[in-house]
């Protein structure tokens, strides 16, 4: 009962039934307040599955059903005279799939912990952990599904819970705008995945979405199909744009701080934007024949970075700089995927992936802690209303500060680590003969991100935490044991890797390299990491640099930082109003598609309107005869003389 393989089916399982629970609760009115005990137990649950299951993959991974059992469960088939499509309901947790679920399932217990405090006499309080669970439930399917067809469908499970809990206050217009704008955005690439899925299928000789069966068949597919599978790998890889909101499609994720904050960790931490990453590094067995392709990835993901590094620079919203920074180390790890070719494929998927893994900690940490000050601001966030919080918030400002020193990449803790890998990924691609300028080009962007990050991290940081203390009116600054316990945990978890760094990152690096996807790719090789103290030293220069300005400009008065605005308004209105990218897609994008949906409704008006009319002459017919047919036997005997006698009339006329 208790073995591997059926702890692989409860690990997704045990979440749908605590939101199956929740609903169950919410219907009975005693016991809605008590609607997250299934949440957090359901949750909790899942995660000592999860744990017990990554603790028995070694050589052999982790399946459901069993190996040993027979035949695979088969979820639905199709057949036509020339062709069958099946998809098989079957699980597997390899080294990448382990490492995705302890974040999920420990970081989302722990933000399900918080919620408990933060949603407290909200409104719909069943409904926002039965969306939550719903979540987490549907985020496990899609790390530990073992074909495409059902890694999709907990795909579009995680797009739907996003619109769920982004638009959780459904009746606040911002809100339901942006969990629209959510749901669109990501389906244009979702789109793509689906697409890209069949035609792997397809050329893979439309036997199985299997993923082991298609990794095979990948060297056989890209020298059958030179120009169809790089295309196909392309649509793939516009999922992960939509999902890990890459540039074009990141504007949705900015939007989704429109939900509660509880949620904004989990979309930026645990769950939905980290799917894209799982989904390239899954994939790299595909990626890695594509050089051309693997370059795109790399150059989006190095512009997606810089970009949204820029834009977050002087955001005033708290939570918002948050989001751009989330956009912003997503594409470090896309750039490092993009890195992963002959030179160091399992090394840079790697380093994407400890990335993922170290800020899904500190930037859970991060969002949970801006939530506390939002509680306590009178749920207020601008940052530009409040000051000098750290005394009156002491387990809020150690979290958060924890969490910014990690995300800004000090010497010694996680995402120094994390970051220094993604870096060295992008010197070592450098070497390749193919594209090899462009990677040293694409090493300069990272650095330059790396001091932009240090920068706006300790921005928030200083202005929120220090100067003089300000607040808005109807604060009531407070912590409760509910969202303090939460945010110590997370902080040490951002933490820990540093201080056991160097140990955990060789045993990350062995432990991940032994991913099949990886060892496809790599030939067999295992990924070894290793000490570049230039590049260490270089980086950790860039962010101590990036936080004494910071320091300079914002831990005292924010007068300099004010001085050099007015000197610069160019580039600071440009960042400031997010480089008008969403005013450009209005334009360009949303206008024109506008004015056509308004023609063709038009034009439906006037075809209807017509259809109508020609409908309606019968109909006005039989109105000017209906009255004749009105029941009354006298009107009848009336209406026939006088019918017999114009008759009798007309034939007399006719006669003479």
């Given at each position: 009962m208790f073995e591997p393989s059926n702890l692989l089916l409860a690990v997704p399982a045990l979440p749908l039934l605590g939101a199956l629970l929740c609903v169950a609760f919410g219907s009975v009115k005693e016991l809605r307040k008590w609607a997250h005990v299934p949440a957090v137990l359901c949750a909790a649950l899942s995660c000592a599955a999860a744990l017990t299951v990554v603790s028995n993959i070694g050589e052999a991974d982790v399946h459901f059903p069993q190996d040993r059992t027979g035949e695979p469960i088969s979820w639905f088939s199709v057949a036509t005279a020339t062709t069958k499509l099946s998809a098989d309901f079957g699980l597997e947790a390899d080294q990448l799939s382990g490492i995705m679920l302890i974040g999920i399932t420990f970081i989302g217990t722990w933000i399900v912990v918080f919620s408990?405090?933060?949603?407290?006499?909200?409104?719909?309080?069943?409904?926002?952990?039965?969306?939550?669970?719903?979540?987490?439930?549907?985020?496990?399917?899609?790390?530990?599904?073992?074909?495409?067809?059902?890694?999709?469908?907990?795909?579009?499970?995680?797009?739907?819970?996003?619109?769920?809990?982004?638009?959780?206050?459904?009746?606040?217009?911002?809100?339901?705008?942006?969990?629209?704008?959510?749901?669109?955005?990501?389906?244009l690439g979702d789109v793509g995945l689906l697409l890209g899925s069949f035609l792997l299928w397809q050329m893979a000789g439309r036997n199985s979405f299997n993923y082991q069966f298609i990794f095979e068949k990948a060297a056989e597919m890209v020298n059958a199909h030179p120009y169809l599978f790089p295309a196909a790998?392309?649509?793939?890889?516009?999922?992960?744009?939509?999902?890990?909101?890459?540039?074009?499609?990141?504007?949705?994720?900015?939007?989704?701080?429109?939900?509660?904050?509880?949620?904004?960790?989990?979309?930026?931490?645990?769950?939905?934007?980290?799917?894209?990453?799982?989904?390239?590094?899954?994939?790299?067995?595909?990626?890695?024949?594509?050089?051309?392709?693997?370059?795109?990835?790399?150059?989006?993901?190095?512009?997606?970075?810089?970009?949204?590094?820029?834009?977050?620079?002087?955001?005033?919203?708290?939570?918002?700089?948050?989001?751009?920074s989330t956009v912003s180390q997503l594409g470090f790890m896309f750039l490092a995927l993009g890195c992963a070719g002959p030179v160091v494929p399992s090394f840079a998927?790697?380093?994407?992936?400890?990335?993922?893994?170290?800020?899904?900690?500190?930037?859970?940490?991060?969002?949970?802690?801006?939530?506390?000050?939002?509680?306590?601001?009178?749920?207020?966030?601008?940052?530009?209303?409040?000051?000098?919080l750290r005394k009156k918030l002491p387990v809020t400002h150690l979290a958060f500060l924890c969490g910014a020193a990690a995300l800004a990449g000090l010497p010694l803790l996680s995402g120094f680590w994390s970051k220094d890998m993604i870096l060295e990924s992008a010197l070592e691609a450098g070497e390749s003969k193919r594209f090899g300028t462009l990677y040293y080009l694409l090493f300069g962007v990272a650095i330059t991100t790396a001091a932009m990050t240090a920068f706006y991290t300790f921005r928030a940081y200083f202005r929120t935490f220090w100067g003089p203390l300000k607040m808005p009116e109807g604060a009531h600054p407070h912590e409760t044991w509910v969202m303090n316990i939460p945010l110590l945990v997370l902080a040490i978890g951002a933490l820990a890797v540093g201080i056991v760094a160097e140990p955990f990152t060789h045993w990350f690096s062995h432990f991940l390299g032994h991913a099949k996807t990886l060892v496809q790719a790599d030939a067999g090789r295992v990924a070894e990491h290793h000490l570049n103290w230039?590049?260490?030293?270089?980086?950790?220069?860039?962010?101590?640099?990036?936080?004494?300005?910071?320091?300079?400009?914002?831990?005292?008065?924010?007068?300099?930082?004010?001085?050099?605005?007015?000197?610069?308004?160019?580039?600071?209105?440009?960042?400031?109003?997010?480089?008008?990218?969403?005013?450009?897609?209005?334009?360009?994008?949303?206008?024109?598609?506008?004015?056509?949906?308004?023609?063709c409704k038009l034009c439906e008006a006037i075809v209807y309107d017509l259809v109508r009319l020609v409908a309606m002459v019968p109909r006005f017919l039989a109105d000017l005869i209906r009255p004749l047919q009105n029941g009354l036997v006298q009107f009848y005997a009336l209406s026939m003389a006088m019918g017999l006698a114009a008759i009798v009339g007309y034939l007399v006329l006719v006669a003479k």
């Open positions: 408990i405090g933060y949603m407290h006499g909200s409104p719909g309080y069943p409904r926002f952990f039965a969306a939550v669970s719903l979540f987490l439930a549907s985020m496990t399917l899609l790390v530990l599904a073992d074909n495409f067809l059902l890694m999709f469908a907990g795909w579009e499970g995680v797009g739907l819970c996003s619109y769920l809990l982004v638009g959780y206050w459904h009746d606040k217009p911002s809100a339901a705008a942006a969990a629209r704008k959510a749901f669109l955005v990501t389906r790998c392309l649509l793939v890889f516009s999922g992960a744009v939509g999902k890990s909101a890459q540039f074009p499609l990141y504007v949705w994720l900015p939007d989704a701080m429109e939900g509660p904050t509880p949620v904004s960790a989990l979309i930026h931490a645990a769950t939905m934007v980290t799917a894209g990453v799982y989904l390239l590094a899954r994939c790299a067995a595909l990626f890695t024949l594509c050089p051309a392709v693997q370059a795109t990835v790399a150059v989006i993901g190095a512009f997606t970075a810089i970009l949204a590094a820029y834009i977050a620079l002087t955001q005033n919203d708290l939570k918002r700089v948050l989001a751009y998927v790697t380093a994407a992936v400890f990335h993922l893994f170290t800020h899904a900690f500190f930037k859970a940490v991060l969002f949970l802690s801006a939530g506390s000050v939002m509680h306590a601001m009178h749920d207020e966030i601008d940052m530009r209303l409040f000051s000098g230039p590049l260490m030293i270089g980086s950790g220069a860039v962010a101590l640099l990036g936080i004494g300005v910071a320091w300079a400009m914002y831990a005292g008065n924010s007068q300099s930082a004010d001085n050099l605005a007015k000197n610069l308004k160019t580039p600071y209105y440009a960042s400031l109003n997010k480089l008008y990218v969403d005013e450009i897609y209005n334009v360009l994008i949303v206008q024109p598609f506008l004015m056509i949906a308004g023609f």
